[in-house]
Nanobody
Framework: QVQLVESGGGLVQAGGSLRLSCAVS????????LGWFRQAPGKEREFVAG????????SYADSVKGRFIISRSNAKNTVYLQMNSLKPEDTAVYYC??????????????????WGQGTQVTVSS
């Protein structure tokens, strides 16, 4: 059974930084793309960032490009999201996800099928 456990959320002032972590178990971690999504109150869940199994390709939502960095440690079965220059509009529950396809060199949102429970990020103005 695939399990994803996020941590690192919290309350931060605008302009600050947070680093989210997601520990993954129950799948061949190094073979799968991983991603971060978020859902703000009253809004649909949206894609934030993704990284392929090899780490060679990364994809970001336009709203976070240049501020967020996704990375992974295959040795630790963990994916990270470094969030800098945070804005109040970044406030949301952040979820990590694993895709169902092995060795894909593309980030395909529809392929993300396993999800964590989420961690709250609140950015105050």
């Amino acid at each position: 059974q695939v399990q994803l456990v996020e941590s690192g959320g919290g309350l931060v002032q605008a302009g600050g930084s947070l680093r989210l972590s997601c520990a993954v178990s129950g799948l061949m971690f190094s073979r799968h793309a991983l991603g971060w999504f978020r859902q703000a109150p009253g809004k649909e869940r949206e894609f934030v960032a993704g990284i392929t199994w090899s780490g060679s390709n990364k994809s970001y939502a336009d709203s976070v490009k240049g501020r967020f960095i996704i990375s992974r440690s295959n040795a630790k079965n963990t994916v990270y999201l470094q969030m800098n220059s945070l804005k109040p509009e970044d406030t949301a529950v952040y979820y990590c996800a694993a895709d169902r396809v092995e060795f894909s060199e593309e980030i395909v949102v529809a392929d993300f099928r396993s999800w964590g429970q989420g961690t709250q990020v609140t950015v105050s103005s």
